[in-house]
């Protein structure tokens, strides 16, 4: 992996460790205060991983398919609690990294799913061409 892809990597990492963290604190001080929102942050959390490892081994046609799935899974998150922190802010009081369609990340969890997909089109995996076995003379 090089190019875009390596910094694609990069910042899925970052906000992987970023969601981890925050997730973990909130969830270990005020998780009776806002469970939704802290839970969500946690399940953000996991996307992430799941996601920068999947990009790692896209190589491979079920990691592939694993990035696919977490990453389109990760642009639903952040256009649904998105619209719900702007539609029904008293759901989320308490900020998760994907309210305000990442806002609070200066809206990277907006534009990364996109450029993750985008990513996913450009590169799929090589698969190996199959080998075309002559046929058999009937004698």
Partial sequence: MTGIGRVLVIVYG????????????????????APLAYSLS??????????????????????YLVAWVAIAFELVGVLVIGTLSLVL??????????????????????????LGLWWLITHRPHTPAATVQPAAVAS
């Fill in 42 to 63: 946690a399940v953000s959390a996991l996307v992430y991983i799941l996601a920068t490892l999947a990009l790692v081994f896209a190589g491979s046609r079920v990691w």
């Fill in 14 to 33: 970052i906000m992987a460790l970023a969601a981890t963290g925050r997730s973990f604190v909130q969830i270990a001080q005020r998780f009776e205060e």
């Fill in 89 to 114: 802010p008293e759901l989320f009081a308490h900020p998760t990294v994907w309210s305000w369609f990442g806002m609070g990340y200066v809206f990277v969890p907006l534009v990364l799913p996109f």
